[in-house]
């Protein structure tokens, strides 16, 4: 279809159905999100159009033959990813200039084509080209951008703790965490990043870290050592007390110390593909322990021993924890 034949509602819906397209995408998708593009898909016949477009896209360059095909990838996820950037592209051709620059430039496609990623469960170190430490949490991605100014991680999605060493260029740089939210400079210190879509969350093990928010950069805020503070793009939430074990994930466990149920099932929901609920009839339920991360079926299991509830597996992908 020819651009311009579309009209400005189509071109809208266009938009809508490559963001959706992205995000349903990331490693890191939720049931909520799963649902959420289901609602924007009833809502409108122009929605339901485009995203037979999306997936007519998708049908054809998979269907490319010969050395358009994937003839030299041998691993099947990633011929998924390419196959999924260039129906990304191919729609960016259709939107014109304005909205495919808006659309390449959303947080939900800059964490689609960042060269650092993690899966769902995996949890990855990096050690850095100036000696530092990054650890990746799952469904995570992000970018490098070591210059000779600065030595910055661009985070768009999930979590990275960060151990900073001593700069060895001859002009010391700054250690520059970016998020959607704001900037967040290390002040020589030992550090937690989580990226929550609408705000960011950071807690300090070691040291002290500086944050200033992306719409009111003036207004900055040092966070030190055994504190924590979430926030937006523009205001700062409360500074509070971190828990002793924010960043025990990075051992690949997960430290938990009378936390309601719902939280803790929330939290393995990171570590594990599909959709995971808690009931309300359990969800006040108190956890305390440690557990390991590369097996949260182990996890499930231990709970259901340890606690009055039971585990339903729809399929391998749809879980619900129930009362017993």
């Known amino acids: 279809m020819a651009a311009s034949i579309i009209t400005e509602n189509q071109r809208q819906a266009l938009s809508q159905a490559a963001h959706w397209f992205a995000v349903l995408g990331a490693e890191d998708v939720t049931a909520r999100q799963n649902q959420q593009w289901q609602r924007w898909l009833e809502q409108h016949t122009d929605h339901r159009w485009a995203w037979s477009k999306v ?3 998708q049908g054809q360059l998979q269907a490319m033959p010969g050395k358009m095909s994937y003839q030299v990838l041998n691993n099947a996820n990633q011929q998924v990813a390419v196959t999924r950037r260039r129906v990304l592209k191919s729609l960016l051709v259709l939107l014109g200039v ?7 430039q959303s947080p939900a496609a800059l ?7 993690t899966a769902t469960g995996e949890i990855k170190p990096l050690h850095l080209s100036d000696g530092s430490l990054v650890v ?18 661009l985070l768009y999605q999930g979590e990275i703790a960060i151990h900073t ?4 260029s001859p002009i010391p740089r700054p250690f520059l965490v970016s998020t959607a939210q704001g900037k967040l400079r290390a002040l020589g210190t030992q ?9 960011t969350v950071l807690a300090v093990q070691q040291h002290s870290v500086e944050v200033s928010l992306r719409n009111a950069p003036e207004a900055a805020l040092i966070v030190s050592q055994g504190q924590q503070v979430s926030f937006t793009a523009d205001r700062f939430g409360v500074l509070m007390a971190a828990e002793s074990n924010s960043a025990d994930w990075t051992q690949g466990v997960l430290t938990v110390s009378d936390r309601p149920l719902s939280q803790v099932i929330e939290e393995i929901a990171r570590y594990r593909r599909g959709s995971i609920t808690c009931s309300p009839e359990v969800a006040h339920l108190r ?3 440690t557990f390991p991360l590369k097996d949260t079926d182990r996890i499930l299991d231990v709970l259901a021993q340890t606690l009055p509830i039971k585990i339903q ?3 391998r992908y749809w879980v619900k924890v129930v009362a017993a």
């Open 55 to 57: 997936e007519a896209l």
């Open 111 to 117: 964490g689609y084509r960042a060269e650092l990623r």
């Open 287 to 289: 956890v305390s322990g």
């Open 136 to 153: 990746m949490n799952t469904a995570t991605a992000a970018d490098l951008q070591f210059t000779a100014q600065q030595r910055m991680i």
């Open 313 to 315: 597996s729809v399929t």
């Open 98 to 104: 304005g909205a495919s620059w808006r659309l390449w």
């Open 191 to 199: 550090f937690t990043v989580r990226a929550l879509g609408d705000e």
């Open 165 to 168: 060493a001593s700069d060895p």
